[in-house]
């Protein structure tokens, strides 16, 4: 398997259930699993190095977010990809990362403005040393510390699930040299209408970032 930066940073103190979710998610949203596979749980065991029972577990929760589907006599295939999932999920992305990018200008601390700058400058240096595992792993991060900074655990937990799905579909997109070179310009665009207190800016950044991701994905 490929590797890359853990998602979270800290997985010490997890739960071996938890963290056999996080590492095949991980594999799921890289691509390592491609979309339409059928999997072996012992080979999928071996790969994660991890548990029968784990996996189990990962499977029922990855199948609910809508990265697997379980099919009775025939067993576990990842998720296929299609336009119209793609489609259907940018809209769902658009209203619900208006939202968090609404709570995160009114929350928002130096430190997180800190943060995410340093975030996107390993992105971009991914970026350069065509890291797509590490990028994607990053930008994830960075979505998910506007998730946390916006503070509501309701809006946390759909924006993760939209984000995994989201990233499968994104990964298609990697070999677009000038559409990673948006991305960071998206990210930077984002950072200063927040550092600014900026939420019309904000929210325009956001939705372009969006766009952004549509239009490479119609084009690939």
Same mark, same amino acid.
């Given at each position: 398997?490929?590797?890359?930066? =853990?998602? +979270? =940073?800290? @997985?010490?103190?997890?739960?071996?259930?938890?963290?056999?979710?996080?590492?095949?998610?991980?594999?799921?949203?890289?691509?390592?699993?491609?979309?339409?596979?059928?999997?072996?749980?012992?080979?999928?065991?071996?790969?994660?190095?991890?548990?029968?029972?784990?996996?189990?577990?990962?499977?029922?929760?990855?199948?609910? =977010?809508?990265?697997?589907?379980?099919? +009775?006599?025939?067993?576990?295939?990842?998720? +296929?990809?299609?336009?119209?999932?793609?489609?259907?999920?940018?809209?769902?992305?658009?209203?619900? *990362?208006?939202?968090?990018?609404?709570?995160?200008?009114?929350?928002?601390? *130096?430190?997180?403005?800190?943060?995410?700058?340093?975030?996107?400058?390993?992105?971009?240096?991914?970026?350069?040393?065509?890291?797509?595992?590490?990028?994607?792993?990053?930008?994830?991060?960075?979505?998910?510390?506007?998730?946390?900074?916006?503070?509501?655990?309701?809006?946390?937990?759909?924006?993760?699930?939209?984000?995994?799905?989201?990233?499968?579909?994104?990964?298609? @997109?990697?070999?677009?040299?000038?559409?990673?070179? =948006?991305?960071?310009?998206?990210?930077?665009?984002?950072?200063?209408?927040?550092?600014?207190?900026?939420? @019309?800016?904000?929210?325009?950044? @956001?939705?372009?970032?969006?766009?952004?991701?549509?239009?490479?994905?119609?084009?690939?």
């Amino acid at each position: 398997m490929e590797s890359g930066t =853990e998602f +979270p =940073e800290n @997985t010490r103190t997890l739960s071996l259930n938890e963290l056999a979710y996080l590492r095949f998610k991980q594999a799921l949203i890289t691509l390592v699993y491609k979309p339409g596979d059928y999997l072996n749980t012992a080979q999928v065991m071996a790969d994660l190095e991890m548990g029968r029972t784990p996996i189990n577990q990962a499977i029922h929760r990855l199948a609910a =977010e809508g990265l697997l589907q379980v099919i +009775p006599r025939k067993g576990v295939m990842v998720s +296929p990809l299609s336009i119209d999932d793609a489609l259907e999920l940018i809209e769902v992305r658009l209203a619900n *990362e208006a939202l968090c990018i609404r709570l995160a200008v009114q929350r928002i601390s *130096e430190e997180d403005i800190r943060y995410l700058r340093q975030l996107n400058l390993q992105i971009d240096r991914a970026r350069q040393q065509r890291d797509r595992i590490n990028m994607m792993l990053l930008d994830r991060q960075f979505h998910h510390h506007l998730a946390t900074v916006a503070a509501n655990r309701r809006l946390i937990d759909i924006l993760s699930v939209i984000h995994a799905q989201a990233q499968r579909f994104w990964a298609t @997109t990697l070999s677009n040299e000038v559409h990673m070179h =948006e991305v960071i310009d998206e990210h930077n665009a984002i950072i200063e209408a927040l550092a600014a207190g900026d939420a @019309t800016a904000a929210d325009s950044a @956001t939705r372009a970032h969006i766009m952004s991701f549509k239009q490479a994905l119609v084009a690939r």
